[in-house]
């Protein structure tokens, strides 16, 4: 198959046989063989993707056993699923079923649409009205019910408001007792799923299916996971827990609102269906205890804002705490706060049971409309229960092996307003991985670009769990690159900037400015650089924008210039243009040929101390360990700078320049594990002119 010859080489204008492509196919044929668990990485260019699709199918088809293939971005989920998986589905020479499967928040749910257009003049507001006419127009024809393809109601509106009315979450869904089942979407999508040899899904379902006790993906014993660097973070996300007054806000929401004109809400249409006393007297006692909880709420995160204030918070807006800090004098009016608002939730619930429990009683509440309508008080009420088992859980801040944290955030779109969010998240994963995925599949792999550090898989080892289990169980496999780096690519390090350290800010900050208007002169723009802060990028952006602009180079800058997709679409149009990116730009970009030919890396990519999950991963490290900054610090900076370093090479055509403009690479000890983990070689220059010399040269060349 994966031969020149082969059926691959036939059906691909200009495929080349790939040694490395092979070597990991083999890899993943003997982990699913054997029922080993794989660490694998594969370099840009290696064609993973169809290295581990090609087996998984052959093995599934073959043995009649189901393959969960997980993704952590939406755009490699879809690729799979729309590009790769139906070339295959045309080319080999067995049939298989494969399904795309995601979250239950991503399908339109019928029943609660219907709902709202058929009480519209109730649920949905002028602007709320505007924003669903695309959905109306697009739920006519869809055949998947995904609310991604919708493009005209992302644009419009993507709040949580709106999206109450279309998705349908947890205990809210009727399953086969819904009148909506035989046409639902989340059920059809999982029935295709359970019929499939082949799932593609992201990680935050498959987490989010260990977290829930394995109630969304169907029965499997294999899964491979692609960019599986991420699986620490994704899995942090979803094994953690968190209650801010959205949260709240949002359940009591869709029990009852009120605007000038009308009520509506669960509540509210309980008391139109009927006028039986008993309904509309129970209504009205859980309206109250309704209004009764936003007070309570916004006391207690009022005290929890003015904590924030009063305590050593981060300058980015977070206080981490534990037991010892609870059970301190300053803590009181938000212990005082948190019990009085559990109980609030705790009241609230048993109105809302006593009122179902007088529904049940109507005949008119036996019927369809009206027994959803009970469904939908009582999965309210088990969500407040939720929130409130959360609350005591976080303010209690006694489990071990948990960080706790409040955090102060922008809602979107609101500049001014500011919302307090108390979490927590487990500290160590290994053993929680081992248990819940490794111990309880027969074949686990793990792919990625960025599954080493210094040449060795010991960092993910520890972090994933592979390393609590036997050496006969895990095979590990770098089967390298196949682009030749050292004739596409120059690395360059900037020696005659002073270091990127707090104490050296203005000085590292001009002398980065200036250099970069002249190498941006010499390169005619085509470049992107990659911050580790918006303060930098911001900083830098407001230097050299005159100066680009007048030697005609379009400056694209993350916050500045749209959103990330836009930026890129942009970025890729025009080719003589420069790109200033942080966070999210240091993975999931692909852009190939002339438009990215110089890549910059403003800073050594190290985590700061101020989040509270890094900090106490660190310190849980240096605890058990010692030596943290080498062993978790240094790791963690090197993945992500290899990730970054990624972004230049995409295919074996592209050519270009790597700028690493912190000299910390070069000068400090643990340089060594960056310099190791690059694919070729770097160059210190003590001087900008010949640095810049090198770069025109190299650019310049065939």
């Known amino acids: 198959i994966f031969g020149e010859d082969g059926l691959l080489g036939e059906s691909l204008p200009g495929y080349e046989r790939r040694d490395e492509q092979i070597m990991m196919v083999r890899k993943v044929c003997e982990a699913l063989s054997a029922s080993k668990h794989l660490m694998v990485e594969a370099g840009t260019g290696t064609g993973k993707s169809m290295a581990y699709l090609v087996p998984a199918i052959a093995w599934s088809v073959l043995n009649k056993r189901k393959v969960i293939v997980s993704t952590n971005t939406k755009n490699l989920q879809e690729q799979l699923f729309h590009k790769d998986l139906p070339l295959l589905e045309k080319i080999l020479p067995f049939s298989f079923k494969s399904a795309l499967l995601k979250g239950r928040g991503n399908y339109l749910c019928l029943r609660k649409f219907l709902h709202a257009l058929t009480h519209i003049e109730f649920e949905l507001d002028a602007d709320e009205r505007r924003a669903m006419l695309p959905v109306v127009v697009w739920a006519a024809q869809t055949e998947t019910g995904d609310i991604s393809e919708n493009t005209a109601y992302k644009a419009l509106a993507d709040t949580a408001a709106l999206a109450d009315h279309l998705h349908c979450i947890g205990d809210e869904c009727l399953g086969k007792t819904c009148r909506r089942y035989r046409i639902c979407f989340l059920w059809r999508a999982r029935m295709l799923a359970l019929a499939a040899d082949i799932v593609i899904v992201n990680h935050a379902v498959v987490f989010s299916d260990i977290a829930s006790a394995n109630k969304i993906l169907p029965p499997y014993n294999d899964i491979i996971f692609d960019e599986a660097h991420n699986i620490e973070a994704v899995a942090t996300e979803h094994l953690g827990t968190s209650v801010n007054r959205m949260r709240i806000v949002r359940v009591l929401a869709r029990l009852f609102r009120k605007s000038r004109r009308k009520r509506t809400g669960y509540l509210a249409v309980a008391g139109r269906m009927t006028d039986d006393v008993d309904v509309c007297r129970a209504a009205e006692a859980a309206t109250n205890v309704c209004s009764e909880i936003v007070k309570v709420a916004d006391d207690f995160f009022a005290a929890v804002e003015t904590l924030m204030f009063s305590a050593k918070s981060t300058d980015d807006g977070t206080l981490a705490f534990g037991a010892d800090d609870v059970a301190g004098p300053h803590w009181e009016p938000v212990r005082n706060g948190a019990v009085r608002l559990i109980a609030a939730m705790a009241d609230l619930c048993k109105a809302l049971d006593a009122m179902t429990g007088v529904m049940r009683e109507i005949k008119k509440f036996s019927r369809d409309s009206g027994r959803e309508l009970m469904q939908d008080i009582a999965a309210q009420s088990q969500f407040l229960r939720e929130i409130g088992s959360d609350l005591d859980f976080l303010i209690r801040a006694s489990e071990e092996n948990h960080v706790f944290w409040i955090e102060r955030s922008r809602p979107r779109g609101r500049r001014r307003e500011t919302y307090c969010t108390v979490s927590s998240a487990p500290v160590r994963l290994a053993e929680t991985l081992k248990e819940q995925l490794l111990d309880k599949k027969n074949c686990v792999i793990a792919s990625s670009a960025t599954m080493t550090v210094g040449g060795t898989f010991e960092f993910f080892k520890t972090r994933l769990g592979f390393g609590l289990l036997s050496e006969n169980r895990v095979i590990l496999a770098d089967v390298g690159s196949p682009f030749d780096f050292e004739k596409q690519a120059i690395v360059r390090v900037t020696n005659f900037l002073p270091e990127p350290i707090q104490k050296n800010d203005g000085e590292y900050l001009e002398g980065l400015s200036v250099f970069l208007e002249e190498l941006f002169a010499v390169t005619q723009g085509c470049a992107m ?174």
């Open 529 to 702: 650089v990659l911050f580790t802060s918006y303060k930098l990028l911001d900083a830098v952006y407001e230097r050299i924008a005159p100066a680009l602009k007048a030697a005609g180079i379009n400056l694209l800058c993350q916050g500045h210039s749209g959103s990330r997709a836009a930026i890129t679409r942009a970025f890729q149009t025009d080719v003589h243009s420069v790109l200033l990116g942080t966070a999210s730009f240091w993975e999931g970009v692909d852009i190939a040929g002339e438009a990215l030919s110089c890549l910059v890396i403003a800073k050594l990519p190290f985590q700061v101390f101020t989040d509270p999950v890094f900090k106490a991963r660190y310190d849980d490290v240096e605890r058990h360990e010692g030596g943290a900054f080498m062993r978790y610090s240094v790791p963690n900076a090197v993945i992500r700078f290899r990730q970054g370093f990624g972004r230049l090479i995409r295919n074996r055509s592209d050519r270009g320049v790597i700028v690493i403009a912190d000299k910390r690479i070069l000068t400090k000890q643990y340089g060594k594990q960056f310099v190791k983990s690059l694919p070729l070689g770097g160059k210190g220059c003590a001087r900008k002119d010949e640095l810049i010399e090198d770069v025109r040269r190299f650019l310049a060349g065939p």
